[in-house]
T-cell receptor, first 119, second 117 residues
Framework: AQSVAQPEDQVNVAEGNPLTVKCTYSVSGNPYLFWYVQYPNRGLQFLLKYITGDNLVKGSYGFEAEFNKSQTSFHLKKPSALVSDSALYFC?????????????????FGKGTKLSVIP | GAGVSQSPRYKVAKRGQDVALRCDPISGHVSLFWYQQALGQGPEFLTYFQNEAQLDKSGLPSDRFFAERPEGSVSTLKIQRTQQEDSAVYLCASRLGTGGNSNQPQHFGDGTRLSIL
């Protein structure tokens, strides 16, 4: 079984400061990892993914995430937060199909972290 | 259209009524997913289609839930004899690439907010 934990329900950060949204995961084999953002009354928008290779992944809108296999973490980061970054952020995992077989279609999401950037 | 389109955006039904939710995926995307998102929670997987074939329906909570994609494009999620616990946002996502080996991201619609009175 695969699972995702986002330990913080809410993160508050001042505009211009760096931000971190935490995510840890559990899968049997190697993971595919994703971050999505959700604005009110909207669907999820893809930010970035880790599949293989470089542990530091760069994505949309200046976001990046660092894959740490030993800590089973994939924290989302941004050097300088904007008020417009305020939204709900979801981490998601699926098992690498080379480890689990082609049937591993499911994305498992965390409960989400509400990010508030204060002007 | 350019993105995943879902309709209606909002649906209110009385307990016991049947509802049908529609998803129009991104053109050319062969993979289609349905998720249920309860208030304050992350999306939870319901079912997966590859073209017209429903390859995984393990997340459907009961036999009152039924999904189809007869021509491999538009999909409909049907809920029969709705219950209050069915109230949630239902999200549809599509993905470029076939099967479980695709590492492409899923692209989501804005969802249908279903309220059962």
């Amino acid at each position: 079984a695969q699972s995702v934990a986002q330990p913080e329900d809410q993160v508050n950060v001042a505009e211009g400061n760096p931000l971190t949204v935490k995510c840890t995961y559990s899968v049997s084999g190697n993971p595919y990892l994703f971050w999505y953002v959700q604005y009110p009354n909207r669907g999820l928008q893809f930010l970035l993914k880790y599949i293989t290779g470089d542990n530091l992944v760069k994505g949309s809108y200046g976001f990046e995430a660092e894959f740490n296999k030993s800590q089973t973490s994939f924290h989302l980061k941004k050097p300088s937060a904007l008020v417009s970054d305020s939204a709900l952020y979801f981490c998601a995992v699926r098992e690498n199909p080379r480890d689990s077989g082609a049937g591993s279609y499911q994305l498992t999401f965390g409960k989400g972290t509400k990010l508030s950037v204060i002007p | 259209g350019a993105g995943v389109s879902q309709s209606p955006r909002y649906k209110v039904a009385k307990r016991g009524q049947d509802v049908a939710l529609r998803c129009d995926p991104i053109s050319g995307h062969v993979s289609l997913f349905w998720y249920q998102q309860a208030l304050g929670q992350g999306p939870e997987f319901l079912t997966y289609f590859q073209n017209e074939a429903q390859l995984d329906k393990s997340g459907l909570p009961s036999d009152r839930f039924f999904a189809e994609r007869p021509e491999g494009s538009v999909s409909t999620l049907k809920i029969q004899r709705t219950q209050q616990e069915d109230s949630a946002v239902y999200l549809c996502a599509s993905r470029l690439g076939t099967g479980g080996n695709s590492n492409q991201p899923q692209h989501f619609g804005d969802g249908t907010r279903l309220s059962i009175l």
